[in-house]
């Protein structure tokens, strides 16, 4: 059974850090580029950053650049954000997706046909 777990996520004060986990199961996860998103309230899904299936391409989404990074563990089958210098505007859910693409950065389109995880809420709040 295809499945895509996040977890990690919680809340944080302003300045603080926290790495997110998505872990995947049912799928070969090498062949895979992976992306994370996220959604606030009221606001639409962005990508916030994406790698390839190697892991040797990343692309960052400008307001997170500098301050997030996205890698992944192939022999783990699990992809990671962490996530520096957080903010109040970095709250939201965050989800993680899965998707054959050509190019990373399409791996970053909220319109990208892939599979999904449920998400994991992060809150940035003092």
């Known amino acids: 059974q295809l499945q895509l777990v996040e977890s990690g996520g919680g809340l944080v004060q302003p300045g603080g850090s926290l790495r997110l986990s998505c872990a995947a199961s049912?799928?070969?996860?090498?062949?895979?580029?992976f992306g994370w998103f996220r959604q606030a309230p009221g606001k639409e899904r962005e990508g916030v950053a994406c790698i390839s299936s190697g892991g040797g391409l990343t692309n960052y989404a400008d307001s997170v650049k500098g301050r997030f990074t996205i890698s992944r563990d192939n022999a783990k089958n699990t992809v990671y954000l962490q996530m520096n210098s957080l903010k109040p505007e970095d709250t939201a859910v965050y989800y993680c997706a899965a998707g054959q693409v050509t190019a990373v950065q399409t791996m970053c389109d909220p319109g990208v046909q892939g599979y999904w995880g449920k998400g994991t809420q992060v809150t940035v709040s003092s």
């Open positions: 049912g799928f070969t996860f090498h062949y895979f580029a």
